[in-house]
């Protein structure tokens, strides 16, 4: 089944502490990106990636690190949490970076940092 | 610059009524727009998407939009509610400059009532 998957899918953590979320598609899209949801603001960018070593910032990317390695992976660092990364988090991916081309979203990732 | 405004932040209907999810875009030129769907807990699921071709788009589940140029909007329909229709609907517009990335509205939650 054509997924993006994410782990963990919940996640309480104390602030400084670093953590990874995982993101994996199986579709062989060139394109993948972060985003946080939260209430009221719709999702944001976080970072994006165009390819394999290629990344860049998007909107909102204080307080975050990604890399991609593998084409099918993307994951997302926090170096040290803070309370206002508390969020939900979303990777996604498309066939390429171009404009029309459908985003596929993962579960999300529910993270809170105390 | 792209941005994406949801006129409304909550819609009521009964079910069996119509629904009418009212977005306004702007864009500096011809964009790929498209609304996408999150049920409780849930990712994020494409409804449609328009893409430059006919200005009436059909989606899943009974959904459709239609592309209006002169008056920027981009406004979603059903023409019957049901109680699964219930969840937050995100009209979104994609912006292509040197990186690809989706602008999302806050959102709009729909309320079916019995």
């Known amino acids: 089944e054509a997924q993006v998957t994410q782990n963990p899918r919940y996640l309480i953590t104390v602030t400084g502490k670093k953590l990874t979320v995982t993101c994996s598609q199986n579709?062989?899209?060139?394109?993948m990106s972060w985003y946080r949801q939260d209430p009221g603001l719709g999702l944001r960018q976080i970072y994006y990636?165009?390819?394999?070593?290629?990344?860049d910032k998007g909107d909102v990317p204080e307080g975050y690190k990604v890399s991609r390695k593998e084409k099918r992976n993307f994951p997302l660092i926090l170096e040290s949490p803070s309370p206002n990364q508390t969020s939900l988090y979303f990777c996604?991916?498309?066939?390429?970076?171009?404009?029309?081309?459908?985003?596929?979203f993962g579960p999300g990732t529910r993270l809170l940092v105390l | 610059a792209q941005s994406v405004t949801q006129l409304d932040s909550h819609v009521s209907v009964s079910e069996g009524t119509p629904v009418l999810l009212r977005c306004n875009y702007s864009?500096?030129?011809?964009?790929?727009l498209f609304w996408y769907v999150q049920h409780p807990n849930k990712g994020l699921q494409l409804l449609l998407k328009?893409?430059?071709?006919?200005?009436l788009v059909k989606g899943i589940n009974g959904f459709e939009a239609e592309f209006k140029k002169s008056e920027t909007s981009f406004h979603l329909t059903k023409p019957s509610a049901h109680m699964s229709d219930a969840a937050e609907y995100f009209c979104?517009?994609?912006?292509?400059?040197?990186?690809?990335?989706?602008?999302f509205g806050s959102g709009t939650r729909l309320l079916v009532r019995p």
């Open positions: 996604a991916s498309s066939l390429s970076g171009t404009s029309g081309s459908t985003q596929y």
């Open positions: 579709m062989n899209h060139e394109y």
């Open positions: 990636s165009m390819n394999v070593e290629v990344t």
């Open positions: 864009s500096s030129y011809s964009p790929s």
């Open positions: 328009y893409t430059s071709a006919a200005t």
């Open positions: 979104v517009v994609s912006k292509v400059d040197s990186s690809y990335k989706l602008i």
